[in-house]
């Protein structure tokens, strides 16, 4: 009943006057209503109560340093029993909390993120400071997280072996499910006449692998990358040249020349 008066009265009185208490019985007109005494009693009360607020208000903005001042010495001398305080309402009001901030910084992410990038860069010794003593002091725990997570890595690793084997598995996989012809690596030095399709010079059919002028088949589109091992995507290169175009983009080169 008394919030929805004294909102009666923020109300009334931006209108019209304040009722005057007279003696017993009489009734007062507010804004054309007519209140019973006893309604104009709890009127005038909350009329008091609100402007003793907003005397504080137009009193706490004069006294602005004042005011900070005071509380600050109010908040030195009750530190503890604020701060059990603000736990204790943080702590049963943390979903709200949590869902008020979320509004908040989604509203404002643009200028957030802008603000960050800038408190960054204006507090690097004293951020880098911090993450220094961070680890200084819990380097232990630091170290135990790390062991954590590798282990997990490598029970990881032993659960999904298949996944996680050596390279050569792989690519025996690739090639299996990339298209296959069946043919011989010599149908395609013989089609390509001997001559290696990076540097176009002859190959010599007598040297064998490992020569790194041996005869070698390359795949064009590399198997590790999805290429099919058909006559269309093999061609005949020095082993040298195919191993030099695997790890020096020559291949890369030829395609655009
Ligand atoms: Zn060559």
């Known amino acids: 009943m008394i919030p929805r008066i004294i909102s009666y009265v923020r109300y009334i009185s931006r209108k019209s006057p304040l009722p005057t208490q007279r003696g017993a019985g009489h009734t007062n007109l507010v ?8 309604v104009t009693t709890l009127l005038i009360m909350a009329a008091k109560i609100q402007r003793d607020r907003d005397n504080g208000k137009v009193w706490r903005e004069r006294n602005k340093e004042y005011k900070a001042l005071k509380d600050k010495e109010y908040y030195d001398n009750n530190k503890e029993r604020i ?17 008020q901030k979320k509004v908040y910084s ?21 951020l880098l400071e911090v993450q220094r003593l961070y680890r ?6 630091i170290r135990e997280r790390q062991r954590t997570k590798k282990a997990e890595a490598s029970e990881y690793r032993k659960a999904h072996k298949d996944r996680y084997s050596d390279h050569s598995k792989r690519r025996r996989a690739k090639i299996l499910s990339n298209p296959v012809e069946e043919f011989a690596s010599l149908e395609i030095y013989m089609r390509d006449g001997w ?15 490992p020569h790194p002028m041996s005869a070698s088949l390359d795949h064009i589109i590399a ?16 082993l040298e040249c195919n191993v030099r175009a695997k790890t020096g983009g020559v291949k890369q080169l030829r395609m655009f020349g």
């Not at 957030?112 to 204006?122: G, L, N, S």
């Not at 990076?198 to 007598?206: H, L, N, Q, T």
């Open 223 to 238: 198997v590790a990358d999805g290429g099919p091992h058909t006559r269309a995507n093999t061609q005949l290169a020095h």
């Open 136 to 141: 200084e002091k819990n380097r232990e725990a």
């Open 106 to 126: 989604d509203s404002r992410k643009d200028e957030k993120r802008e603000y960050d990038i800038k408190y960054r860069e204006e507090n690097r010794d004293h």
């Open 195 to 209: 001559i290696c399709q990076f540097c176009k010079k002859r190959v010599d059919k007598k040297l064998k692998w």
């Open 31 to 38: 804004g054309g209503v007519k209140l019973s005494p006893e």
């Open 83 to 99: 701060n059990e305080q603000n736990r204790n309402y943080h702590h049963l009001h943390k979903e709200e909390i949590k869902v």
